[in-house]
């Protein structure tokens, strides 16, 4: 044990920077930050260089868009592109006209989902909605976001698709205008001129539409490709300027997620249809390329006029529009970005629909919404699968059920439980959980009747509901217990049970009696209880690395007694001594946490130090990364950070949560920390705030 330092010892003088001062001295345990949430570098920088995010608002030397900030969950931007049946044309009411959203949600009773509790539309909270070019309506997606607000289009199908998918907030931008052409107003740059028919027809910029070799023709108020440029210009007015069109302000941070079109009725032309491919083409090369979103993916739906009876240049456009997707079409650089969704199937007839306007789809609602559906269901099936959500257990009310081994001296059932109740208590109750306990004091064979009543009682538990009967469940028990304790190994660890609709946490303590010693302050079993339900917490949030999962559990064996009076800070403080003692003896200098991310992946030379990279270093890890938040405290870690894990991910929520550009960030100032005096170390421990 080292000795205490002189805790008003100041630090090493801040480097002059251009913003607030950071205050880099030691903070008495009584002492807050009046507004912790303030854009901060983090405590101790000069010697740990945990730094801010240069994108921050205001900071000198700023040479990233406010789009890329990484300081906050981008907004998740999807583009819908079109003219006039992308703005929509879906009739909402009233309910006694057949076609009608009231009428499929209200009186056929269909898409219940549609309507809340009180039988009014469903607004999402999640998806925001902005017209541009063609209306200027903008507000939480809900019925209402066509060409008039007694009008739906496909952003109500296609919202609701991609905002169920994702967690991050969902942005649609819907520039769109009627009587648009692919082949002369929306034409993209870089579009050729062409001839067709005898004709000589426009590329990008050329005015007019067409000529002949003999008769220039009459220039226009237009040129090709003008309401490409203007729907762009309409969508750049959103992004560079949020806080104007959205509740966000003008610096968070934004991804373009994708790009959405339905367009092709004025394309109906032989001269425009027979150039619907190549301009479709060169249109999603020219999207990517104006939002710098080259992999961002592009879906389409064909157009459906009349349904498979569609012929003529009508019938060439929707072939045109099949060619491009990424599967089936004819440009293998479009596999897995771009996708045409076949809409044919919902042409509705116009007896069965609100008017007889063929050209907006007889303005049926169901065949917007089931529009929308299918572009939102193709661009889900294009973009890369959420984070799995690894969270195992839920909050439960009741303490874990005990399984002990009759004739086990039952004080090692109480010393566990005494560990998994003070655990509970900080962390929270989680589960279900089952605790066994087993173990043999003499070494000898575990009579028979005990070991075929605790067999007996875990396979009768663990086989429940699965199919599966106990006998083919006691061959494995065996091994994993009773045979373990036979031998006289000794085991704690958490595993659980997927099998059920409910997993449930197994944990494992066996030959308890080994790890007791009569001069321990605390008796170790009370700590191994500590540390194998705190992962019991832990696994009620998303996966985090090998290091914060271990060192967590490990930082909680002494932190946890110390806050509920088991101990004094004494008894803490030394066994974090000895943890950093043991830390520093990795005989590879180049190894660092970074590398214990997955230990199921680790190579064998990492894997060799994982009592000391994942045990030692993590505890002192997850103690920095307390004393670099916010607060610096274990509690806020506990109620703030863990939720931010599920909501993010680990590494967006350790860089959120610290206000720092990336983990790499946080991995150099830790391991500056790593070199810092000893008593330096100590004083960061002895700040944590409970």
Not at 91 to 116: C, F, N, Q, S, Y
Not at 354 to 365: E, F, L, M, V
Not at 660 to 678: C, S
């Amino acid at each position: 044990m080292t000795d205490q330092p002189d805790t008003t010892m100041p630090f090493p003088e801040e480097p002059t920077m251009n913003r607030t001062a950071i205050r880099t001295e030691p903070r008495s345990s009584g002492q807050h930050e009046s507004n912790p949430r303030r854009r901060r570098c983090g405590r101790l920088i000069a010697i740990f260089t945990l730094a801010c995010s240069s994108a921050a608002a205001g900071a000198p030397g700023q040479d990233r868009d406010a789009h890329h900030d990484s300081s906050s969950p981008p907004i998740r931007v999807y583009i819908l592109m079109g003219q006039s049946n992308m703005i929509g044309f879906g009739r909402i009411g009233p309910a006694e006209a057949e076609g009608t959203l009231e009428h499929l949600v209200k009186t056929k009773g269909e898409r219940a989902d549609l309507l809340d509790d009180a039988g009014d539309w469903r607004g999402r909270d999640d998806v925001w909605c902005v017209q541009v070019t063609a209306g200027n309506r903008r507000g939480w997606l809900e019925p209402g976001f066509g060409a008039r607000p007694n009008l739906i289009g496909p952003e109500l199908g296609f919202g609701i698709a991609v905002g169920d998918r994702h967690h991050e907030p969902v942005l649609l931008i819907k520039a769109s205008q009627g009587n648009r052409s692919l082949g002369w107003d929306i034409l993209p740059p870089g579009s050729e001129r062409f001839e067709h028919g005898g004709r000589i027809h426009a590329g990008y910029k050329d005015n007019p539409s067409s000529w002949t070799e003999d008769d220039p023709g009459t220039p226009v108020d237009w040129y090709a490709g003008k309401q490409y440029d203007d729907f762009v210009t309409d969508i750049r007015k959103v992004l560079e300027n949020l806080s104007d069109h959205t509740p966000a302000d003008d610096q968070h941070p934004w991804e373009i997620a994708g790009f959405v079109w339905w367009q092709g009725h004025k394309d109906r032309n032989p001269a425009h249809a027979s150039r619907y491919e190549a301009n479709l083409v060169r249109l999603i090369e020219s999207l990517r390329r104006e939002f710098e979103a080259p992999d961002a993916p592009f879906v389409l739906a064909t157009i459906a006029f009349e349904g498979w009876k569609l012929d003529g240049p009508g019938r060439t456009v929707a072939d045109a529009q099949l060619a491009v997707d990424g599967e089936s079409g004819r440009h293998p650089t479009h596999r897995g970005n771009v996708k045409t969704v076949e809409v044919r199937d919902h042409w509705r007839d116009p007896s069965v629909s609100p008017t007889r306007r063929g050209h907006h789809y007889n303005q049926n609602a169901e065949t917007y919404l089931l529009v929308g559906e299918a572009l939102g269901e193709a661009m889900i099936a294009l973009e890369p699968p959420p984070a799995k959500d690894t969270r195992t257990f839920i909050p439960v009310p009741d303490e874990p059920t005990y399984h002990v081994l009759e004739g086990y001296d039952p004080k090692w059932r109480r010393q566990i439980r005494d560990g998994v109740e003070l655990a509970r208590s900080f962390w929270g109750s989680y589960g279900p959980a089952h605790v066994f306990v087993v173990g043999s004091e003499d070494g000898e064979t575990i009579p028979e009747a005990s070991r075929e009543a605790f067999l007996e009682d875990y396979c009768r538990w663990r086989t429940r509901g699965t199919g599966r009967t106990t006998a083919e469940c006691r061959p494995h028990a065996t091994e994993r217990f009773i045979d373990v304790a036979e031998r006289g190994d000794s085991e704690a660890y958490l595993s659980w049970v997927e099998e059920f609709e409910q997993p449930e946490a197994e944990l494992v303590f066996i030959n308890v009696h080994q790890w007791y010693h009569d001069e321990d302050e605390i008796p170790d079993p009370v700590l191994r209880g500590i540390h194998e339900y705190t992962h019991v917490f832990q696994k009620g949030f998303a996966t985090m690395p090998t290091w914060m999962m271990e060192g967590a559990a490990v930082f909680s064996e002494g932190w946890i007694p110390w806050v509920a009076g088991k101990c004094d800070h004494d008894f803490m403080a030394t066994r974090m001594d000895h943890l950093m003692d043991r830390a520093l003896t990795v005989d590879d200098p180049d190894l660092t946490i970074a590398d214990m991310e997955d230990i199921d992946t680790a190579p064998a030379n990492v894997r060799k130090h994982y009592r000391e990279l994942a045990y030692d270093t993590g505890a002192w890890a997850v103690a920095f990364l307390i004393h670099q938040s916010p607060s610096g405290s274990v509690a806020a870690y506990r109620d703030e950070f863990h939720p931010m894990i599920t909501e993010l991910g680990w590494e967006a929520a350790l860089t959120r949560y610290l206000d720092i550009d990336d983990k790499a960030t946080f991995y150099r100032a830790f391991e500056a920390f790593l070199r810092a005096p000893r008593k330096t170390q100590m004083t960061v421990l002895r700040e944590l705030q409970p």
